[in-house]
């Protein structure tokens, strides 16, 4: 069968269908809201952890549409650096705080202080963790979760050999010789040289009495302290061949692989790795956690927040409603129980599911005395571009400490002329 | 002063409408030299909005302060500061050598093995065809797909290369590739290699279909053996093609940072910093347009010297 539509028939149904679509309600005609999250998630864990989350945000706000895109960690400052100069940046960003001035310098942050200032959950959160991600006055973020430093060590390994979990980093170090057994291809501690293992270095010179910048924003880096720094840490691999000989390449990845197969007693993450290794290991019988032990000057646990930032104006409202449901505390604590990242809101932070759990005690107590990333312009490229390659030409027998700390000195001053 | 030189032999204009009408003028521009610069006004017009304007203005980042995380410093003239910087920056000297290692040794490698792959596939043996799509897999793979799988293999605790070499006793322990300064270089090669053989087999069975039988034939009646004819006829008969893959293969592998990214991020140390890296990292980590878009510059420099010379030394021009 054939139908043929003539003009005016067919005009006759436009016009019906027009009239008809007046009548239909306005909420079924309201489209919802949609905004871009970029995210750098990539474990099982942390991915499971952003679904739990936007589960719980589309139950509330059924409105808007949040799409997730993965921006791999390494590759983010790219992307962003070319989203930001090509005018596609996304609605909502995470950012690390270490990255915060290069991105606000480059002009990739909305300013929401107004917004913060009337938000209902703004006294869940001390004022410290605002700190981060203000400069001038003008705050560009809430902060999601914190990334608290700690240590995981193998409980059973250290009881067999009847150590206790070191409070000094010389403890850590004799403790890291004990639990070594090459010929097993077992170490005692995963030592980070690969992508990622540059904070670490900067943790260390800490620790030894050299922090990055004095507050007056020179310099801070001794050069003395800084050699003695990296021939510790260093040492562990080249004199006490106490790490595993892959360290001036390994990465996240094979840390936390080293540690999940047994090949190393010791390692130094934060807490959002807790749940990737509860997946191989038996929490407080394998493997259990203490906080980072005390250098010669300083005990440096890094405290850093993950933010999250309203980068376009376009559909602000809505971002800026995904940006404060991270505040809230079952959203909170439902990340924390996929990922074992901390929330960041003190109200959430004293649910009794975190207080009450043994293994998140030295994450607790981490969170007196941890220290914030040192931040500033050019701080992330520094780190990563510098002294990881400095660290690494150690670790390889390329380049002495003392050759490794002038270029470590050198690079800081040229990054921030 | 070109519709005069136009008219010239033409009938004069019969009114003043006709004096002005364009269909008329355009059919007198039609016929001089001026129409050929016309039709091709569009295409300059494209080549410059999509060639030059970026090559120009890549120039332009090289002569400029241009720190993305800097607003300070302003985005003023700065002359020749990124490449007096260049000059005495031991990393550039390090990546420049590091990148002839990697270029030359990896183009070296892919040429051999895409040659002797090309002459197989060209015998026309039963199951050609297949081992033809065989060979030809790597080069479909992703520079990311690729690098990544390539880690895993390499990989010192679960890389199925250590622990086949292990088994076949080939190896004491599981040796971590990408971590030792000696062999992190030679691992990256063998995985571009790996990876880019197949262009060049591609190219170069190609020109071998376009060689005459006749020639071989004669070639055997003289007594030439296989070696000979491969130096006498083959090689000299592919000269256009070879030259042609080796510019193009030498272009990707400067420019190209992705592969070294994946598997080495430079290191161990900066024993696989190459110029196009550190340009990357200049650019996207220092967010130092200024000095990255020197640095791209100097590739860009040698980039076409190297053309040059090799076609220059190649007689490809001669034929």
Redesign the interface.
Known sequence: MTTNFDRRSLLKLGGGALAASALLPRAALAASTSINYWHTFTSQSEVAGLGEVMKLFAAAHPDIAVTPENIPN?EF??KI??A?ASGSRPNVTSVASERF??LL???ALIDITDRIAKWERRSDFDDKRFIPITKDGKTYGVPAFTFVDWMYYRKDWFADAGIAPPTTLEEMRQAAIKLTDASK?RYGFGLR???GGQNFVVNMMEAFGSPVKKPDGSIGLERDKVVQALDFYSGLLVKDHAV???????GFQ?II??FQ?G?TAMIWHHTGSYQDIASKLKPGVEFGTFPIPAGPAARVARLSYAYNCIAKEENADASWEWVKFWGEPDAAVAFLEKTGYFPASTIAAADKRITENEMYKAAAETLGFGLPQPSF??A???A??VV??AL??I??G??TPDQAADQIIAGLAA?IA | MARGIATAGLPPPRSTWDAINPARLLGELSETRYWMYLLLLPSALLITAIVLFPTAYGFRLSVQEMR????DLGTGFVAFKHYARMLSDPIFWLALRNTAVWVTTSVLIEFLVGLVAALALNRNLPGTKVFAVLILLPYFLPNVVAGNMWALML????GVINDLLVRFGLLG?YK?W????ST?MGGAILVEAWHSFPFFTLLIMAGLKGIPADLYKAADIDGAGPLAQLRFITLPMLRTIIAAAVILRVIGLVNSPDLL?IL????????T?VLSLYA??S?????NFGYAGALSVVMFVLLMLFAWAYIRLSKVNQD
């Open positions: 390494p400052m790219a650096t070319a930001v001035q290069d310098a480059m002009g291809g040289g690969g992508p595993p000989p892959s360290a001036a390449a390994d094979q692989s080293g197969t090949q312009p050019g992330a490229g520094w990563q571009n990881l390659p690494q030409q670790l390889t390329q380049a990054a | 993305l995380n800097r607003p990989d010192s605790r679960i322990g971590a990408f971590a030792d300064p992190a990214l080495t991020q430079g290191g161990p140390g900066r024993a910093e990357f990292q650019a996207y980590q220092d967010f």
